[in-house]
């Protein structure tokens, strides 16, 4: 059974920078697509940042320049660098795992950009 875990949010200042992990276990396949969603309150969920098993990775305009995606697709590991942090920012960030047609989420970790 595949699990997705992030770990790595918390309250960080305005400016600062935060790193999150994801590892996705449960199987010896390599996930076609692995990616950083956030859903901020009274908003809908949005892409943040992801990247395919090719090494191809698109970001969302908000976060381009700031954020940045890496993965160890070996053993299903995804970083997401965050730096010059907004209060903006401020979400629960979750990561997504595709396996074909098959989407696993974790369970998510709260981000919090604030004074």
């Known amino acids: 059974q595949v699990q997705v875990v992030e770990s790595g949010g918390g309250l960080v200042q305005p400016g600062g920078s935060l790193r999150l992990s994801c590892v996705a276990s449960?199987?010896?396949?390599?996930?076609?697509?692995m990616g950083w969603y956030r859903q901020a309150p009274g908003k809908e969920r949005e892409l943040v940042a992801g990247?395919?098993?090719?090494?191809?990775?698109n970001y969302a305009d908000s976060v381009k320049g700031r954020f940045v995606i890496s993965r160890d697709i070996d053993k299903n590991k995804m970083y997401l660098q965050m730096n010059s942090l907004k209060p903006d920012d401020t979400a629960v960030y979750y990561c997504?795992?595709?396996?074909?047609?098959?989407?696993?989420w974790g369970k998510g970790n709260l981000v919090t950009v604030s004074s």
């Open positions: 997504k795992a595709r396996l074909v047609t098959a989407n696993y």
């Open positions: 449960g199987t010896i396949l390599r996930f076609d697509f």
């Open positions: 990247g395919t098993r090719d090494g191809s990775t």
